[in-house]
Structures are given as structure tokens and as C-alpha cells.
């Protein structure tokens, strides 16, 4: 046999693979879980329910198909939309309850955050869903403009002016508190 006749015969060398897209989940889990986990917080109010939206993001990831470029970003908004879940989930007990209780904290945490902190929080809380997803997505996750619209599926412009009314209501709340 020639060397060409050998070189068609022999074996490819193994291409490199890729790690296996769970590998790949398990590296986005452990790198940002716990900022997912802060940003539910935020918007659902208590730590245990923002575990929950975030492992449940997770879990449906997991063994699913899902977008070939998964980001961040894409995570954000899954956490985003699990947090609205769960608000409209209370709402829906509230209303068919008939009673409206307050949600509080625990006794360590009350006495961790500081007065005014929990005075802002309350404020926050209060702030109508968009408003209070806009300000947390800013100022907390400092987002631009663009990422916040990407997250929210909104255009800039509307980022921008909900932005601004949630300031100016969050200014009203404090101010009548104070």
C-alpha cells in the first residue's frame, strides 16, 4: 500500500467535543444563581419564593430544549417571568381569600435592615409590577437601557419613561412615610 491509500484508510483523529449543554447549565447556575436569586428577591419579596423561581428556571432548562446561545440576559427574563408568576399566583389567593394580610419578615431580617432601608422596600413593594421590575432591573442589576428592555420586552424609550415614573412615585411613598 502507498501512503496516499493509507492516508484514506487510516482513522480521523477524534475532533474535540464540545462539553454536553448540561455541563454547560450547571456553569450558568453556578456562576449566577445567587444575583438571579437577589434579583427575585426584589420582586417576589422573600427569600424562599425567589429560591424557588430560580431553580424552577433551572429545572425547565434542564433536559429541554432551549435557545442555542442561552445568556444572561435569557435568564433574567425567564426569572423575571417566574417572579410574575408567583405575584399573580398571590394576587389570585388574596382576592379569593377576601383578606389582605402584610407580608413580614422574619425576626432577623428585621432586625438586620435598618429602618430606612425597610421604609424603601415597603416603598418598592408598593410601586405598581412594571415600574418596580424597571427600577430593580437599573439600580440594582445596573443594567443599561437596552438590557433593561431586552429583559422586559419593552422598547427603550418606554424603559426610560417608566424609569422615571417610578421614581417620582417611589419619591411620593417616601416622602408621605417620612
Known amino acids: 500500500m502507498d501512503r496516499e491509500s493509507l492516508r484514506l484508510t ?3 483523529p477524534p475532533a474535540p467535543s464540545a462539553p454536553p449543554p448540561e455541563a454547560d447549565l450547571a456553569g450558568l447556575y453556578r456562576e449566577h444563581r445567587v444575583g438571579l436569586v437577589r434579583l427575585a428577591v426584589l420582586l417576589v419579596g422573600d427569600l424562599e419564593t425567589a429560591e424557588d423561581v430560580v431553580q424552577d428556571v433551572f429545572a425547565r432548562l434542564h433536559g429541554r ?3 442555542p446561545d442561552l445568556t444572561l440576559a435569557y435568564l433574567r427574563t425567564c426569572v423575571l417571568n ?3 408568576s408567583v405575584l399573580r399566583r398571590r ?3 388574596l382576592r379569593r381569600t377576601q383578606r389582605v394580610t402584610d407580608l413580614a419578615d422574619s425576626a432577623e431580617t428585621a432586625v438586620l435592615i435598618g ?3 425597610r421604609e424603601v422596600l415597603q416603598a418598592l413593594a ?4 412594571r415600574q418596580r421590575e424597571a427600577l430593580v432591573l437599573r439600580y440594582y442589576l445596573d443594567l443599561a437601557d437596552f438590557e433593561i428592555a431586552l429583559v422586559m420586552g419593552v422598547g427603550q424609550s418606554t424603559v426610560r419613561s417608566t424609569t422615571a415614573r417610578a421614581l417620582a412615585r417611589l419619591l411620593r411613598e417616601l416622602g408621605e412615610d417620612a
Open 10 to 12: 487510516a482513522p480521523a
Open 65 to 67: 430544549r432551549r435557545p
Open 82 to 84: 417566574g417572579s410574575r
Open 91 to 93: 394576587a389570585v389567593m
Open 115 to 117: 429602618e430606612s432601608r
Open 126 to 129: 408598593r410601586l405598581p409590577r
